[in-house]
């Protein structure tokens, strides 16, 4: 890559912004906050994502989407790092990305469930939780999770008892 012709990293995180989530596209990766940095090591642009859990199926399709995108904007000389310290929490995804999700009908991570991982883990483990999972339809607490399991692996399935509409819940990690 010419160095004259290097993009600014704030272009690299404009262009990164417009990459969707494979799985939940209304939202982007950055918004997801999977991407952790974006820097040059010499003329090699470097991106850095963390995985939002080991076994997502989306990480392949996320790091050639990013890949493809740079590519499209002129980058020649790129590198794609996995970050796994820290890991990937919830709490990563913004405030607009939360708006975003619910508006697309799927409930949001609650916010802070995740920031406190082992207590709350091992509150779920024992049943002991008392997680309220508003309804993004109508906005009703009244709801009922269904299934652990929704149309990912990130999501659960529940139900709202007053539209009686079924929603996905984006789980907390």
């Given at each position: 890559m010419n160095t004259a012709l290097q993009p600014t990293t704030e272009d690299v995180w404009t262009w990164l912004a417009e990459v969707p989530d494979p799985e939940i596209p209304v939202v982007s990766v950055t918004e997801l906050g999977i991407v952790r940095e974006v820097r040059y090591d010499g003329d090699t642009l470097v991106v850095a994502v963390t995985p939002t859990y080991s076994g997502c199926p989306a990480t392949a399709v996320i790091d050639?989407?990013?890949?493809?995108?740079?590519?499209?904007?002129?980058?020649?000389?790129?590198?794609?790092?996995?970050?796994?310290?820290?890991?990937?929490?919830?709490?990563?995804?913004?405030?607009?990305?939360?708006?975003?999700?619910?508006?697309?009908?799927?409930?949001?991570?609650?916010?802070?469930?995740?920031?406190?991982?082992?207590?709350?883990?091992?509150?779920?483990?024992a049943g002991e939780t008392n997680l309220v999972v508003a309804c993004p339809r109508c906005n009703s607490a009244n709801t009922e999770r269904i299934s652990q399991f929704g149309s990912t692996p990130c999501k659960a399935a529940w139900r709202c008892r007053d539209c009686l509409e079924p929603f996905d819940y984006f789980k907390c990690i």
């Open positions: 050639l989407m990013i890949e493809d995108k740079l590519r499209e904007m002129g980058v020649e000389n790129l590198r794609l790092e996995r970050r796994l310290s820290p890991p990937w929490t919830t709490d990563w995804v913004t405030a607009e990305a939360r708006d975003k999700l619910r508006s697309f009908g799927i409930a949001p991570p609650i916010d802070g469930t995740a920031s406190d991982g082992m207590s709350a883990k091992a509150a779920r483990l």
